[in-house]
Nanobody, 116 residues
Framework: QVQLVESGGGLVQPGGSLRLSCVAS????????MGWYRQAPGKEREFVAT???????NYTNSVKGRFTIARDNAQNTVFLQMNDLKPEDTAVYYC??????????WGQGTQVTVSS
């Protein structure tokens, strides 16, 4: 089994910043891709950003230039630095990973609220 624990969510004013973290543990020999997804109230879960084991990144258009994804392979941890936050970024943010065997796992989610 794979467990993911997210942290770093909270309430922030528009234009502010937050840094999300996600630590993976459990039974896996390697991690391929780690990423972040989000789900706003009444909407489907959507892709935010991913990073591969060799550091290649991909972002959804709405966060490019504001969010940065990074990972620490030694600590099985992925981060999401979110700057210039907007009300439309409000959502529950979920961490995801795909192991070297193609197993996908999700975290429990962390709430990010952007409001004045």
């Amino acid at each position: 089994q794979v467990q993911l624990v997210e942290s770093g969510g909270g309430l922030v004013q528009p234009g502010g910043s937050l840094r999300l973290s996600c630590v993976a543990s459990g039974s896996f020999s390697s991690i391929n891709t780690m990423g972040w997804y989000r789900q706003a109230p009444g909407k489907e879960r959507e892709f935010v950003a991913t990073i591969t084991s060799n550091g290649n990144t991909n972002y959804t258009n709405s966060v490019k230039g504001r969010f940065t994804i990074a990972r620490d392979n030694a600590q099985n941890t992925v981060f999401l630095q979110m700057n210039d936050l907007k009300p439309e970024d409000t959502a529950v943010y979920y961490c995801n990973l795909v192991t070297g065997f193609g197993v996908s796992a999700w975290g429990q989610g962390t709430q990010v609220t952007v409001s004045s």
